[in-house]
């Protein structure tokens, strides 16, 4: 009886993720024209014995679906090394090593201070860029598109960042 229920809970959670990956994954391609995630090595990172192995495996299942949702729909998306992304300033460069805690990117280089998470996510997407970019600019209201960038006055990020979830 106990089983079952887990069972069945486990049941419920893989159907309400899969459904909700899917809706995350078409919401990204009808707002963004470039997709860049850091390719992680997935299946190394399941093997350890952390309770965050399972948040690894959902994260490596919703790139696998986004990444045939963008296909399909034409919208670019790039996997790049995570190497570095999190120390590098994505302003100038400059390497700014921190522990986990350090929650803040500040560097002393050029004085950017911002999320560290939202540093490594310019990194990511500038990556992306230089690997499949020719001619892309970042556009005014997400991801980046071909052409002219668009002049707008928005507070809206030029990206949007992904967690673990
Ligand atoms: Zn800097």
Redesign the pocket.
């Known amino acids: 009886m106990q089983q079952k229920r887990i069972a069945l809970t486990h049941q419920k959670i893989a159907r309400y993720r899969k459904d909700w990956h899917y809706k995350i994954a078409h919401w990204l391609v009808n707002n963004y024209d470039f997709i860049a995630c850091e390719d992680l090595n997935i299946k190394g990172l399941a093997r350890t014995k952390l309770a965050k192995s399972i948040l690894d495996v959902a994260w490596g299942n919703f790139l696998t679906k986004l990444e045939a949702v963008a296909v399909k729909r034409g919208v670019w998306f790039v996997k790049v090394s995570p190497h570095g992304t999190t120390v590098n ?6 390497k ?1 090593p921190k522990t986990l805690s350090v929650r803040l990117h500040e ?6 201070k911002m999320d560290r998470d939202e540093n490594a996510a310019v990194n990511i997407i500038k990556k992306g860029w230089q690997i499949h970019g020719v001619g892309l600019i970042p556009s005014a209201c997400g991801g980046f598109v071909s052409g002219q960038p668009v002049k707008q006055e928005t507070s809206e990020k030029e990206y949007v960042q992904l967690s673990l979830f």
């Open positions: 300033c994505s302003n100038c460069g400059h700014v560097c002393p280089q050029c004085n950017l």
